[in-house]
């Protein structure tokens, strides 16, 4: 199974609104990422986290606030996003932080009116 | 400063065999990953080199050379559904795990 589980598919939100996207794997791996993508772009990372810590924020506002609750979950809570914040959220994961192969989710397409 | 380069855009008959090329200037190196990705899609892992030298896994093969910084993925026999974007990704040393992607290069295939 190298399967990276993404929900939701699509989010629709407020700018006043609270949402969270989640993602799971059950693969072992022990890294986990947030990626967020616009249209014709590579994908950005956000977060690595290493073990359930948080061990990179690539500056990202605080409006975007990632979890760990155990290794096989990654959450990202969202809350009072500007339009410019419509993307595509990735979830990745890898064995290690230095694995050799990393695998991402479906994404959520995220859209913010 | 960290630099990924790969062509924009490029055109093949189904098929043929296409060579996408990848330099990169980045602090250290741990790594190299292809990824395809289609359209409104998320990315899918193809490869990984951290060795010179070349990877092969059936209709897709990579090579890297650290020395020059330069990598390529060659897809054989192509087929209309290999149309994608083709994303090179670097790691560096120190990175934490973190992929730095180039802007990918997207292939047509055409009949």
């Known amino acids: 199974d190298t399967e990276v589980t993404q929900t939701p598919k699509h989010l629709v939100m407020g700018m006043t609104n609270k949402k969270s996207l989640k993602c799971e794997q059950h693969?072992?791996?022990?890294?986990m990422y947030w990626y967020k993508q616009k249209a014709k772009k590579p994908p950005e990372l956000m977060f690595v986290?290493?073990?359930?810590?948080?061990?990179i924020n690539e500056s990202v506002p605080s409006r975007f606030s990632p979890e760990c609750p155990n290794s096989s979950l990654l959450n990202l809570h969202l809350h009072a996003l500007q339009p410019e914040d419509s993307a595509l959220y990735l979830c990745?994961?890898?064995?290690?932080?230095?694995?050799?192969?990393?695998?991402f989710g479906q994404g959520t397409r995220l859209t913010v009116v | 400063g960290q630099n990924i380069d790969q062509p924009t855009e490029m055109t093949a008959t189904e098929g043929a065999i296409v060579q996408i090329n990848c330099t990169y200037q980045?602090?250290?190196?741990?790594?190299l990953f292809w990824y395809q990705q289609h359209a409104g899609e998320a990315p899918t892992f193809l490869s990984y080199?951290?060795?010179?030298g070349l990877e092969e896994k059936g209709r897709f093969s990579s090579f890297l050379s650290r020395s020059k910084g330069y990598s390529y993925l060659l897809l054989k026999e192509l087929q209309m559904k290999d149309s994608a974007s083709y994303l090179c990704?670097?790691?560096?040393?120190?990175?934490?795990?973190?992929?730095?992607f180039g802007q990918g290069t997207e292939l047509s295939v055409k009949p």
């Open positions: 990745a994961s890898s064995q290690e932080r230095g694995g050799t192969e990393a695998f």
């Open positions: 693969m072992g791996h022990r890294a």
């Open positions: 986290y290493s073990y359930e810590k948080l061990s």
């Open positions: 980045t602090s250290g190196f741990n790594g």
């Open positions: 080199n951290v060795l010179d």
């Open positions: 990704a670097v790691r560096g040393d120190n990175q934490g795990g973190k992929l730095i």
